[in-house]
T-cell receptor, first 110, second 112 residues
Framework: DGGITQSPKYLFRKEGQNVTLSCEQN?????MYWYRQDPGQGLRLIYY???????QKGDIAEGYSVSREKKESFPLTVTSAQKNPTAFYLC???????????FGDGTRLS | GQQLNQSPQSMFIQEGEDVSMNCTSS?????WLWYKQEPGEGPVLLIA?????ELTSNGRLTAQFGITRKDSFLNISASIPSDVGIYFC????????????FGKGTRLSVIA
């Protein structure tokens, strides 16, 4: 089945540590996105990528980094500079920037 | 930037009741999307709207793209326990590169 796979499901980060969240899609979508979800805050855009080797900052990019070396993969690194990393992280993809987005099942980071 | 106001924030309803929630934006949108998120999972697309005045149904769900292009409504008829979850609206303004903006969600609880 086509879809978006996020791993791991749960992750714990020690202070001062960088951690990387994986996102893989086999939908042949060009655009991929990372969102952060906090209770009562909705979804806030961290980074997005419209094409391989290109990505743009979203509303809350500070303390995060991404790469897009392959069309199907868009890993998110939560760096030690992110002082409040505890949240639910959602990855999404779409055919292009104007299309509706499909979401993975998320990674809960503590 | 663009903002979406989604209301109500939460709802407690009896099984069988109808539900209505809405989103309003500070600017004109060209696309409205409605998603449902269940605990521990990612949002799932329910309905997509692309034209002002458009009314679209998906089973017991009906959503409308407001004629002012600044609002959208989602109705659920005859609610059942599995309707429980958080419902998000999302919208996109003019221009192909305009980012998708999400509302803060409506948390629905259904009492059997």
């Amino acid at each position: 089945d086509g879809g978006i796979t996020q791993s791991p499901k749960y992750l714990f980060r020690k202070e001062g540590q960088n951690v990387t969240l994986s996102c893989e899609q086999n939908l042949n979508h060009d655009a991929m996105y990372w969102y952060r979800q906090d209770p009562g805050q909705g979804l806030r855009l961290i980074y997005y990528s419209q094409i391989v080797n290109d990505f743009q900052k979203g509303d809350i990019a500070e303390g995060y980094s991404v790469s897009r070396e392959k069309k199907e993969s868009f890993p998110l690194t939560v760096t030690s500079a992110q002082k409040n990393p505890t949240a639910f992280y959602l990855c999404a993809s779409s055919r292009d920037r104007g299309d509706s987005q499909h979401f993975g099942d998320g990674t809960r980071l503590s | 930037g663009q903002q979406l106001n989604q209301s109500p924030q939460s709802m407690f309803i009896q099984e069988g009741e109808d539900v209505s929630m809405n989103c309003t934006s500070s600017s004109i949108f060209n696309t409205w999307l409605w998603y449902k998120q269940e605990p521990g999972e990612g949002p799932v697309l329910l309905i997509a709207l692309y034209k002002a005045g458009e009314l679209t149904s998906n089973g017991r769900l009906t959503a409308q793209f407001g004629i002012t292009r600044k609002d959208s409504f989602l109705n659920i008829s005859a609610s059942i326990p599995s309707d429980v979850g958080i419902y998000f609206c999302a919208g996109r303004g003019r221009g192909g590169n305009t980012p998708l903006v999400f509302g803060k969600g409506t948390r629905l609880s259904v009492i059997a």
